[in-house]
């Protein structure tokens, strides 16, 4: 028989009814059932199928439209029913969220949008192993960080595809994480210190400078210090709780390491807290706040105005405010701390502290060392280098 008429997606056969219509940029051809038998082409039922194609263009136009609703016994209905990439990675990212900190949760965003510009419109099942690897071979030029970020961004979402049974194994597997080596250490010399603080408290605001003091002598991270209130500081025990950090302006009932960690106050640390007295003891909340006496909630403020402003001055070659916690580390090592000590007044594991600063920790042993050598070497050869005559 002959093609039947159609108008506004609805086609009218000999025999039953057919509903066209667009979707994800596919033609789509449906004939309407009724108890698994061909809908009669009645005017009544032409104008119900007139009636059921002007919805499902609308629903298709507002993102709602589900074919397993219309059409369960269709195959394209199974197909329709697997997500795109784009849409499963926000509901991966939706999952782990109250598991993140607001700049991590940030950072996977932002490598979730890298996917979906590459890979967003492709059903998650269909996406192979090939296509993964090829979408990490365009950031070649990114550090070994940033692909393993984006890595776990895809590797997360297909994980739990996985247990959603929606694919049947992950196409990232057997595809492993760039070996990432963490920046050295890189504090400032006791002098630099010495000049930074100076000029802060001479010309800068005074909680700002005892912002930076503090730091420079317990050596929290900055997210800590902001995130540090009253009832964490014991004045006389001299220490202060460690459990909290600001990140991304929201405060973090955690630290990095989800772990606490109560720090004694040198000297100068306390120099600081007692500055913050006169600031914000009495409000009760926050110790350290802006030079207009309001909580900080961003230290990239210190940072712009502040402390990059120091640096520029004194001519101190720049690295951000981070470094006064390598700062403290170094001189505490140096002043002949113990290094199980100073770990856990930083919150590290000795091993990550070993593995950090074990210049500074072997640093006068291998002076020594290189003593004696030096020393045995002495008796062999002259001082320019030369073997002394009569040496053998």
Same mark, same amino acid.
Request: with cysteine; aromatic share 6%; net charge positive.
């Given at each position: 028989?002959?093609?039947?008429?159609?108008?506004?997606?609805?086609?009218?056969?000999?025999?039953?009814?057919?509903?066209?219509?667009? @979707?994800?940029?596919?033609?789509?051809?449906?004939?309407?059932?009724?108890?698994?038998?061909?809908?009669?082409?009645?005017?009544?039922?032409?104008?119900?199928?007139?009636?059921?194609?002007?919805? /499902?263009?609308?629903?298709i136009r507002h993102g709602t439209f589900s074919y397993h609703?219309?059409?369960?016994?269709?195959?394209?209905?199974?197909?329709?029913?697997?997500?795109?990439?784009? &849409?499963?990675?926000?509901?991966?990212?939706?999952?782990?969220?109250?598991?993140?900190?607001?700049?991590?949760?940030?950072?996977?965003?932002?490598?979730?949008?890298?996917?979906?510009?590459?890979?967003?419109?492709?059903?998650?099942?269909?996406?192979? $192993?090939?296509?993964?690897?090829?979408?990490?071979?365009?950031?070649?030029?990114?550090?070994?960080?940033?692909?393993?970020?984006?890595?776990?961004?895809?590797?997360?979402?297909?994980?739990?595809?996985?247990?959603?049974?929606?694919?049947?194994?992950?196409?990232?597997?057997? /595809?492993?994480?760039?070996?990432?080596?963490?920046?050295?250490?890189?504090?400032?010399?006791?002098?630099?210190?010495?000049?930074?603080?100076?000029?802060?408290?001479?010309? $800068?605001p005074e909680p700002i400078a005892a912002l930076i003091q503090?730091?420079?002598?317990?050596?929290?991270?900055?997210?800590?210090?902001?995130?540090?209130?009253?009832?964490?500081?014991?004045?006389?025990?001299?220490?202060?709780? /460690?459990?909290?950090?600001?990140?991304?302006?929201?405060?973090?009932?955690?630290?990095?390491?989800?772990?606490?960690? @109560?720090?004694?106050?040198?000297?100068?640390?306390?120099?600081? /807290? &007692?500055?913050?007295?006169?600031?914000?003891?009495?409000?009760?909340?926050?110790?350290?706040?802006?030079?207009?006496?309001?909580?900080?909630?961003?230290?990239?403020?210190?940072?712009?105005?502040?402390?990059?402003?120091?640096?520029?001055? @004194?001519?101190?070659?720049?690295?951000?405010?981070?470094?006064?916690?390598?700062?403290?580390?170094?001189?505490?090592?140096?002043?002949?701390?113990?290094?199980?000590?100073?770990?856990?007044?930083?919150?590290?594991?000795?091993?990550?502290?070993?593995?950090?600063?074990?210049?500074?920790?072997?640093?006068?042993?291998?002076?020594?060392?290189?003593?004696?050598?030096?020393?045995?070497?002495?008796?062999?050869?002259?001082?320019?280098?030369?073997?002394?005559?009569?040496?053998?």
């Open positions: 028989m002959g093609r039947g008429k159609s108008s506004g997606g609805v086609e009218v056969r000999p025999n039953s009814i057919r509903i066209s219509f667009t @979707l994800n940029g596919e033609r789509c051809r449906e004939t309407l059932t009724l108890n698994g038998e061909p809908l009669a082409p009645t005017p009544a039922n032409v104008k119900y199928a007139r009636r059921v194609a002007a919805e /499902i263009r609308d629903k609703e219309y059409f369960p016994h269709s195959d394209a209905a199974a197909a329709s029913s697997v997500p795109l990439l784009r &849409d499963y990675l926000e509901t991966w990212l939706n999952a782990v969220k109250p598991q993140l900190s607001p700049a991590t949760l940030r950072t996977y965003r932002g490598k979730a949008k890298q996917w979906v510009a590459a890979l967003g419109d492709e059903r998650i099942d269909q996406i192979r $192993h090939s296509q993964i690897l090829q979408v990490l071979a365009g950031a070649s030029d990114v550090t070994a960080k940033t692909r393993n970020n984006l890595l776990i961004v895809i590797r997360g979402a297909f994980d739990m595809a996985t247990r959603d049974r929606i694919v049947d194994a992950n196409p990232c597997d057997g /595809i492993r994480n760039g070996r990432h080596q963490a920046p050295r250490p890189d504090p400032f010399t006791k002098d630099e210190m010495i000049a930074i603080l100076r000029e802060l408290h001479e010309r $800068h503090f730091k420079f002598f317990t050596g929290v991270r900055t997210g800590e210090a902001l995130a540090l209130s009253w009832s964490q500081v014991d004045l006389r025990a001299n220490t202060v709780l /460690i459990d909290r950090t600001l990140t991304d302006r929201a405060l973090k009932m955690s630290t990095k390491t989800s772990q606490s960690r @109560l720090v004694n106050l040198t000297r100068p640390a306390r120099a600081a /807290i &007692d500055t913050m007295q006169r600031w914000t003891r009495l409000r009760g909340a926050n110790v350290f706040c802006d030079a207009s006496g309001e909580a900080m909630l961003d230290g990239r403020v210190v940072n712009d105005q502040h402390w990059r402003v120091v640096l520029k001055k @004194l001519g101190i070659r720049y690295r951000d405010a981070y470094h006064t916690r390598h700062t403290f580390a170094s001189l505490a090592l140096m002043a002949g701390a113990k290094p199980g000590y100073v770990a856990k007044q930083l919150g590290h594991s000795v091993q990550v502290f070993f593995a950090r600063y074990a210049d500074w920790i072997t640093g006068q042993d291998d002076a020594r060392e290189a003593d004696r050598i030096n020393a045995t070497i002495d008796e062999a050869f002259a001082p320019g280098g030369s073997p002394k005559t009569g040496s053998a």
